[in-house]
């Protein structure tokens, strides 16, 4: 660096404290009078001659005293609004879950009846079913002993005609009857 070294300059200030610190001069942004500010190059700390020097025994600067009020105000703000925010969306979990479940229930109510439905209907069916079979057995049964009837009485007719054939022992002329 092509400057010369004159006490009192305050780059010779700034290199001073660099180099008890070890470190090596850097772009910064530092406020100006238009309230803009210059480039810093990243990963580099600025030179502490550019901040106020204040001892950590010595009450702090109304600066920094207000600093960390704010910023211990801007926590506990911060921490309320988050605990707020938490219940509120608790309580809409609360209510989307007992929503969920009143709805699943009454779905499964309608599940259950609509099967309860069709058992009773398949049971209805069943009955109706077992009633018909019933029904169909006894008329069989009726028809089937009709017949067996019917049958006696011809074999026993045809008996008849048949002892009659042996006592005359002539077959009849006329088989009308």
């Known amino acids: 660096m092509g400057r010369k070294r004159v006490e009192g300059d305050a780059a010779a200030d700034q290199k001073s404290t660099e180099k008890a610190f070890g470190t090596t001069p850097s772009i910064r942004r530092t406020a100006t ?11 580099q700390v600025p030179p502490p001659a550019l901040k106020p020097t204040v001892s950590s025994a010595t009450n702090a600067s109304p600066v920094g005293s207000s600093y960390s009020e704010a ?26 879950l007992s929503w969920e479940n009143e709805k699943k229930l009454i779905a499964k109510r309608r599940l259950d009846k609509k099967e309860g439905k069709l ?15 019933s029904n ?42």
Not at 34 to 40: A, D, F, I, K, Y
Not at 136 to 147: E, F
């Open 33 to 43: 009078s238009t309230g803009r500010s210059q480039t810093q190059k990243p990963g």
């Open 71 to 96: 910023e211990a105000i801007a926590d506990t703000w911060e921490e309320a609004k988050m605990e707020k925010i938490k219940k509120r969306y608790e309580k809409m979990r609360e209510t989307i």
């Open 119 to 133: 058992e009773l209907r398949r049971a209805t069916a069943l009955q109706e079913y077992r009633n018909e079979i």
């Open 136 to 177: 169909i057995d006894k008329i069989a049964g009726k028809a089937r002993a009709l017949a067996d009837e019917k049958r006696r009485n011809d074999e026993s007719k045809a008996r008849e005609k048949a002892m009659d054939i042996r006592s005359k022992g002539r077959v009849p002329k006329c088989f009308c009857c």
